[in-house]
């Protein structure tokens, strides 16, 4: 069972998440879309938008290792509260799904290791955007 990540709701979601950001990003906002965009045909919809309304779009991916991802799907099984339908069972399946980002310009892209703790991480992250050459205020 593929839950909620059955093909038609993944179409579905990501086409929503990308409509809200793509309004909130007209009306002045900047916008986080937390989602995996584990396949190109998503990388490929949420840059032409952002490029159909003139705004620079940035792609993180998190990464962390195979003891840590399981170690941390375990205990939100355990924990039973969690808005993401993410489970240990379906971890081999993503990985076989997931599409390779070579598409993207290394200009838009980086990689954050989430292996540390959160206050690292949130480091690490905000230094490899600076790297790709944002600035703050834009």
Excluded: W
Aim: glycine share 8%.
């Amino acid at each position: 069972d593929k839950g909620i990540y059955s093909e038609e709701i993944t179409d579905k979601v990501y086409n929503e998440i990308i409509k809200m950001g793509k309004h909130l990003a007209e009306s002045g906002s900047t916008v986080v879309l937390d989602a995996s965009f584990s396949k190109r045909k998503y990388r490929k919809l949420v840059v032409e938008e952002a490029r159909s309304i003139g705004i620079s779009l940035y792609f993180i991916q998190t990464t962390a290792r195979d003891k840590t991802i399981r170690e941390r799907l375990q205990r939100r099984e355990v924990c039973g509260k969690s808005i993401s339908d993410a489970r240990l069972e379906l971890l081999e399946s993503f990985r076989k799904g997931f599409e390779e980002t070579r598409e993207l310009p290394r200009k838009i892209y980086v990689t954050v290791s989430t292996d540390g703790a959160p206050d690292q991480v949130l480091s690490d992250t905000f230094v490899g955007l600076i790297d790709l050459g944002l600035r703050h205020g834009r």
